[in-house]
């Protein structure tokens, strides 16, 4: 297999690191934090999604990647989309966890859960199929964990906050995308429910749908190995 | 001389006991009866109206999808009262340019009212609550430069005169500014900025602005105006206690207790304000992450008295509520003396901003107040 770009989600990025060893064991793994998350303010001028494709994009060019696979997560899917309709020439294959990032729904429908104004409690609920175990207690967590969890929110803002976690112009570029595609959801995603994610692979060329019981939005944190066997199969059946 | 401005949220206090999850953001407006909100109108305006004769000012503000303050246009009321005053000034304390997505719309509104009120416009611009931002879906990561761009756009549409001029900044994209009419106070009406930290408190003192504190208290305040204080004195800027403003909860009565009592059912302004589902106080960026973390474990709104210790902000009484410096209450010879030394012990100012209305206080109270305050209060405390 080529090297294996991780472009990771909007929150809970530490969370993910089992299923990153997972993804690593015995291969070439990128898996860099996007300005903001890697703990610098980013450039005033670097704020948008676009401006990450662009970034990971270059990356891909400056490793003079051959059939890269993207490994993409909520966020991170949507910025590996917005990568594959400008120039899918180094990608080989997309595993994409619950993407965001495509409006499939009218005006007065959301695709995507007002996370930041919904009470903890019920965001929790939409992010994950077990919060009881899953969700951080932020009375239980030391200030800088929860500073580190509000830092991600604000990150999250930065990038994707007015159009909500979309790019209004990105559904009718998917036919760009042609590159062989799993999108992988968990099937308690509250956040963007599974039944966005059939619609969203119905649009892309060539995507399959499949789910992972007993997970919500992040399915490599709750389902870390399933995640990872799901993921590698697909991208090493190339 | 001390200049008392009279301020009111215009709430709509009769749809708060229906409304036990919370004043604002997700409540419906069904709640909301227009004939009773029209009657309230008016009598706010009428108190505001009684301020011209009783040699008060005027301060207004907005805020959106609450119950607690229907001025959800601040310009509205503006435009009505320059018309019905003569001599009162307007101030709107504020606008929030930072979620007004057209800055120019702003400078127009500016620009009118000061030219019908023939000059008695002072332009408040502010940055909003934390729960202003679900309504305006402004991006709060972003709110501060936004801010800042707002306010450099309006200041130039104001005081630019010679026809359009390009701006294309990160925000506000216009090709052709050009605002009629221009403000009739020149350069531009005075601007005044509200402050919480002592970091934009010397932002604003470079600029020379009035800043005022809102509810800061004994505690709280000093810190503020020393901030503006240390960065206008580095930046050669003179300030008197004109570039100060308070703004705090006043009840005078004929007797002690009819003051405190005035003042305890103005209150419900400030026991009401954190009434509102926890997730609106802290958008994400809003604030720094410290504080924001603070919100996200869910702390308590705390109000700090002079000597240290705290009461939580929804249930203060107006005894604790005055040991803040937060609310003076009582009869006009004590409030005088009580803002005496509440202005003596945080450096001075010139601007006291009354809430002379809140909650429930019905127009014959508020009547009595703004007039006995204006007859027994005014004439000492002008001169402070």
Redesign the interface.
């Known amino acids: 297999m080529s090297l294996v770009l991780f472009l990771h989600g909007e929150h809970f990025t530490a969370m993910g690191r089992p299923f990153l060893d997972r993804l690593g064991a015995g291969r070439e793994l990128h898996a860099p934090l996007y300005p903001g998350y890697d703990g610098a303010p980013p450039d005033p001028d670097f704020r948008s999604v676009d401006d990450l494709a662009y970034r990971y994009l270059d990356l891909l060019e400056e490793l003079d990647a051959r059939d890269a696979a993207i490994v993409g997560c909520s966020l991170g899917g949507w910025v590996a989309l917005e990568m594959a309709v400008r120039d899918r020439s180094r990608i080989g294959r997309m595993a994409l966890l619950a993407p965001v990032g495509v409006k499939l729904s009218g005006r007065e429908e959301r695709d995507f859960a007002d996370l930041p104004f919904m009470r903890e409690a019920e965001a929790a609920r939409a992010l994950f199929h077990d919060p009881a175990r899953w969700a951080p207690d932020h009375a239980a967590l030391d200030e800088a964990a929860v500073e580190a969890i509000a830092l991600e929110r604000q990150w999250a803002a930065w990038y994707a906050w007015k159009p909500y976690m979309h790019n209004p112009a990105l559904a009718k570029w998917l036919h760009r995308a042609a590159v062989p595609t799993l999108l992988l959801w968990g099937e308690s995603d509250g956040f963007a429910l599974p039944e966005y994610g059939r619609r969203l692979a119905a649009r892309l060329p060539d995507a399959r749908f499949e789910t992972i019981p007993d997970a919500g939005h992040y399915p490599h944190i709750e389902r870390a190995d399933a995640t990872a066997d799901a993921v590698l199969a697909f991208l090493e059946n190339a | 001389m001390m200049q008392v401005w009279h301020f009111s949220e215009m709430a709509y206090h009769p749809g708060w006991e229906s409304l036990p999850d919370g004043l604002r953001?997700v409540i419906p407006s069904r709640v909301y009866d227009p004939e009773i909100g029209a009657d309230l109108y008016h009598r706010y305006l009428d108190e505001w109206a009684l301020c011209d004769r009783l040699g008060l000012n005027i301060m207004v503000n907005e805020h959106h999808a609450t119950a607690t303050c229907t001025t959800s246009v601040c310009t509205i009321p503006m435009a009505i009262l320059a018309r019905e005053t003569q001599t009162a000034r307007l101030l709107c304390l504020g606008m929030p340019i930072g979620n007004r997505m057209d800055a120019v719309r702003v400078a127009e509104e500016y620009a009118m009212l000061d030219v019908i009120s023939r000059g008695r416009v002072e332009m408040g611009f502010v940055k909003g609550a934390p729960f202003e931002i679900?309504p305006a879906?402004?991006?709060?990561?972003?709110l501060e430069?936004r801010f800042w761009e707002a306010h450099d756009l309006i200041v130039k549409a104001m005081t630019t005169h010679d026809g359009p001029f390009n701006w294309e900044g990160?925000h506000y994209h216009y090709r052709e500014v050009n605002v009629w009419p221009r403000p009739w106070q020149q350069p531009h009406p005075p601007i005044w900025m509200t402050v919480a930290s002592p970091g934009s408190a010397a932002r604003i003192a470079r600029k020379g602005y009035v800043i005022a504190a809102l509810n800061t208290g004994y505690i709280h305040t000093p810190v503020v105006y020393g901030a503006y204080r240390e960065s206008a004195a580095e930046a050669g800027i003179a300030t008197g206690p004109d570039r100060f403003a308070y703004l705090c909860i006043i009840g005078v009565g004929e007797t002690e207790a009819e003051g405190k009592r005035r003042a305890h059912q103005i209150l419900d302004y400030s026991r009401t304000t954190p009434r509102v589902?926890?997730?609106?106080f802290?958008?994400?960026?809003y604030s720094p992450?410290?504080p924001?973390?603070a919100m996200?474990?869910?702390s308590e709104r705390l109000i700090q008295r002079r000597d240290g210790s705290s009461f939580p902000m929804q249930d203060g009484t107006v005894e604790d509520y005055m040991a803040a410096g937060v609310a003076f209450a009582g009869t006009p010879a004590q409030v005088v003396e009580q803002v005496e030394e509440f202005a003596a012990a945080v450096g001075g100012f010139e601007h006291l901003l009354m809430m002379g209305q809140g909650g429930f206080l019905s127009h014959e109270d508020t009547v009595a107040n703004l007039t006995l305050f204006s007859e027994e209060a005014l004439p000492t405390i002008g001169g402070l």
């Open positions: 953001n679900n879906n402004s991006n709060p990561a972003e430069e990160r589902q926890p997730q609106f802290y958008p994400p960026g992450a410290g924001t973390a996200i474990r869910g």
